[in-house]
């Protein structure tokens, strides 16, 4: 079956524009994750959806950053006026259900370059 | 706050050599450990996990991963590797009050033949 699916792959664009990027999540999955992947940094948490409960801001690292889920399936995670420190990629993952022990499926991510 | 630390950042190895790669977190609470692979190109994927029960894991591709509670730690082993292990490995914990993973920085492993 297919597994989570993110795009654009490669974005790149100016500093101080907004961008947005898109994660189709495993079918059938209700928990769905944001990560950043950054050189030196690892891989930071941003954003946990859950089902129908408030999502889990706590990783955004400014207000810049927000994210939404609709219809319990894809989600969008919105950068606004983008900085050069944003340059990362940007992991979505997705897992079955509300138990910490269902292992998260990644996707490939998006690269996001800020000139 | 909780914290993974994996203390190799690059390893590098010959065929057949044997492998341990340190991963320790710190938590005082119920822990779910997780050891994820990046090869080259290609997504994250589960490599081996840790819920509970037996101490040591075992994984695809002939991995290991022996939870030792008192030293916080969850190591990941292979008695010998191959070149098709060349990847970056993230070792990753959520707890008993989130599900978020929290990872450590990596560990990037190259086998030459």
């Known amino acids: 079956g297919a597994g989570v699916s993110q795009s654009p792959s490669n974005k790149v664009t100016e500093k101080g524009k907004d961008v947005e990027l898109r994660c189709d999540p495993i079918?059938?999955?209700?928990?769905l994750y944001w990560y950043r992947q950054s050189l030196g940094q690892g891989l930071e948490f941003l954003i946990y959806?859950?089902?129908?409960?408030?999502?889990?801001k706590s990783g955004l690292p400014s207000d810049r950053f927000s994210a939404e889920r609709t219809g319990g399936s894809v989600s969008t995670l919105t950068i606004q006026r983008t900085q050069q420190e944003d340059s990362a990629v940007y992991l979505c993952?997705?897992?079955?259900?509300?138990?910490?022990?269902?292992?998260?499926?990644f996707g490939d991510g998006t690269r996001l370059s800020i000139l | 706050a909780q914290s993974v630390s994996q203390h190799n950042h690059h390893v590098i190895l010959s065929e057949a050599a044997s492998l341990e790669l340190g991963c320790n977190y710190s938590?005082?609470?119920?822990?779910?450990l997780f050891w994820y692979v990046q090869y080259p190109g290609q997504h994250l994927q589960l490599l081996l996990k840790?819920?509970?029960?037996?101490?040591l894991v075992k994984g695809i591709k002939g991995f290991e991963a022996e939870f030792i509670k008192s030293k916080f730690s969850f190591n990941l082993r292979k008695p010998s590797v191959q070149w098709s292990d060349t990847a970056e490995y993230f070792c990753?914990?959520?707890?008993?009050?989130?599900?978020?993973?929290?990872f450590g920085t990596g560990t990037r492993l190259q086998v030459f033949p």
């Open positions: 938590y005082g609470g119920t822990v779910n």
């Open positions: 990753a914990v959520n707890t008993d009050n989130t599900d978020k993973l929290i």
């Open positions: 840790y819920f509970s029960g037996d101490p």
């Open positions: 959806f859950q089902g129908n409960s408030a999502p889990d």
């Open positions: 079918s059938g999955h209700t928990a």
């Open positions: 993952a997705s897992s079955e259900g509300r138990n910490g022990n269902q292992p998260q499926h």
